[in-house]
């Protein structure tokens, strides 16, 4: 079935030190991967993504890797800040026909101890 | 993101009440999506449009309704709410021949009681 799943569901670090959450899905053929964050009582607003024909992406602190064999990619964030608390969610696309939709794993809470 | 928008805000029903949210965005994005957040399940699709007058459900389609007469418009009828429909909604845009990338609305958070 369409399954995206997402490791740890919370997740704390020291400010300064990486964090790093993972993702699985379901779908050898989705071939875009998005990353959104969402701070508390807001909109998801996308950070980072990338399409298959990519391995890494990186932008300033945060990257993603992607492993397509395996089916799973990572969202890597580097010198954590306080403002990088919230909620994390990735995404991969499914297609139904001719159509495609996005399925969201459920988060991980990430808290930056300052 | 001003592009997209969504109402009401908040809105408070009973139980039974028919409720419609109106999502609405000005980029003429061919794709819409209705998602629910509720805590512990992350972002869960509801419906999806790919176009105008083409709609397909999602993961949670049961008790809603949708419509798409118009590019720009893509409303989530509630036709007989239920307590267990009490959740934030997004409603979200993307044109894949942008990149795919989904532009989220400010969310309205529904209580049904």
């Known amino acids: 079935g369409e399954n995206v799943e997402q490791h740890p569901s919370t997740l704390s670090v020291q400010e300064g030190d990486s964090a790093v959450i993972k993702c699985t899905y379901s779908?050898?053929?989705?071939?875009?991967f998005p990353w959104y964050k969402q701070e508390l009582g807001k909109r998801p607003q996308l950070i980072i993504d990338i399409r298959s024909n990519v391995g890494e992406k990186k932008d300033q602190r945060i990257a993603v890797t992607l492993n397509k064999t395996a089916k799973h990619f990572s969202l890597h964030i580097t010198e954590t800040q306080p403002e990088d608390s919230a909620v994390y969610f990735c995404a991969a696309t499914f297609s139904v026909d001719s159509s495609y939709k996005l399925i969201f794993g459920s988060g991980t809470r990430l808290l930056v101890r300052p | 993101d001003a592009g997209i928008t969504q109402s009401p805000r908040y809105k408070i029903t009973e139980t039974g009440r028919q409720v419609t949210l109106m999502c609405h965005q000005t980029w003429s994005h061919s794709y819409m999506f209705w998602y629910r957040q509720d805590l512990g399940h992350g972002l869960r699709l509801i419906y999806y449009s790919a176009a105008a007058d083409i709609t397909d459900k999602g993961e949670v389609p049961d008790g809603y309704v949708v419509s798409r007469s118009k590019t720009e418009n893509f409303p989530l009828t509630l036709e007989s709410a239920t307590r267990s429909q009490t959740s934030v909604y997004f409603c979200?845009?993307?044109?894949?021949?942008?990149?795919?990338?989904?532009?989220f609305g400010p969310g309205t958070r529904l209580t049904v009681l």
């Open positions: 779908d050898s053929a989705s071939n875009y």
């Open positions: 979200a845009s993307s044109e894949p021949q942008q990149g795919n990338t989904q532009y």
